[in-house]
């Protein structure tokens, strides 16, 4: 009888101990699932966190780069009408030089033939050749009873001072027309001067912005390869999270009553093994 208590002991004692090495693994089991629930879902948060600034990141550098586009095309507009006014520009200021060479080249064709109209009527009324040559040519005789005396033509005076005045008008008309050539030429210079600051300035922001979007480029580039690798991350952190749910639910539910039900059924046999201890 005795020996068969005493292996009835054993068997309770080794139920015992398998009880206990079952709450102990159990309860390494809980904190197991607890500290791996803990950090997948401290890791999906972060990572979570990190796709929507990518996200954000990848949306402000797409705006970016439309705007800088859009500056970068306005500065290309600007640098053709600059270009098409400076050569329409040109073009106008080569016809009014043409017109102006025509202008001053009638004026001097009209002050030569009047000069020389002039110097003949001077020569002949105001140095008295005319008189000469009628003195010379039998003046002195008397002239038949219906021609009067020869006398200089008393008008010579006006035609002469009509003449003169209209070369002076010639002559103003020409120094006009030089002044408004030296200001419209000097006015040309000027404006190409200003576009051609323009035009670099121009350039220069459109390299600049050209040189800004290729960056904006890459960093857009670099941030869709981010968020792709961070997706597939959370992806299977999702995926490791619900097996962990899957493992671990329902050992963190009926955690406390699996221990007490255990460490009911450990009293009980340790109380069924004191019996028999004590009926020796």
């Not at 970068?72 to 098409?84: F, L, N, T, V, Y």
Request: proline content about 1%; hydrophobic content about 35%; overall charge negative.
């Amino acid at each position: 009888q005795l020996d068969a208590f005493a292996k009835v002991k054993q068997l309770m004692e080794n139920m015992i101990a398998d009880l206990k090495d079952q709450q102990a693994e159990e309860v390494k089991f809980k904190d197991h699932c607890n500290e791996e629930l803990g950090s997948a879902e401290k890791t999906l948060y972060e990572k979570g966190e990190r796709r929507k600034d990518l996200e954000a990141n990848i949306d402000d550098l797409a705006n970016v780069m439309r705007k800088l586009q859009d500056e970068i095309d306005g500065a290309k507009a600007q640098i053709s009408e600059a270009q098409a006014e400076i050569k329409t520009a040109g073009q106008r200021r080569e016809d009014e030089y043409k017109e102006f060479q025509a202008v001053v080249a009638d004026q001097r064709a009209t002050q030569s033939i009047l000069q020389k109209a002039l110097g003949k009527l001077k020569d002949f009324y105001h140095k008295g050749i005319g008189q000469a040559s009628f003195v010379q040519s039998g003046a002195k005789q008397k002239p038949p009873a219906k021609f009067n005396a020869y006398q200089s033509n008393a008008g010579s005076n006006s035609v002469v001072g009509l003449i003169e005045q209209i070369i002076e008008d010639s002559r103003a008309l020409e120094a006009e027309a030089s002044a408004g050539e030296r200001a419209a030429q000097a006015s040309y210079e000027q404006f190409v001067r200003d576009s051609n600051v323009l035009l670099g300035g121009l350039r220069e922001a459109a390299v600049t912005k050209t040189r800004n979007s290729a960056a904006a480029k890459g960093d857009k580039a670099t941030a869709g390869a981010d968020l792709e690798s961070t997706t597939g991350e959370l992806e299977s952190l999702t995926v490791y999270q619900s097996d962990l749910h899957g493992r671990c639910d329902f050992v963190l539910k009926n955690f406390n009553a699996r221990q007490k039900a255990r460490l009911q059924e450990i009293e009980a046999i340790q109380g069924a093994k004191a019996i028999l201890a004590g009926s020796k």
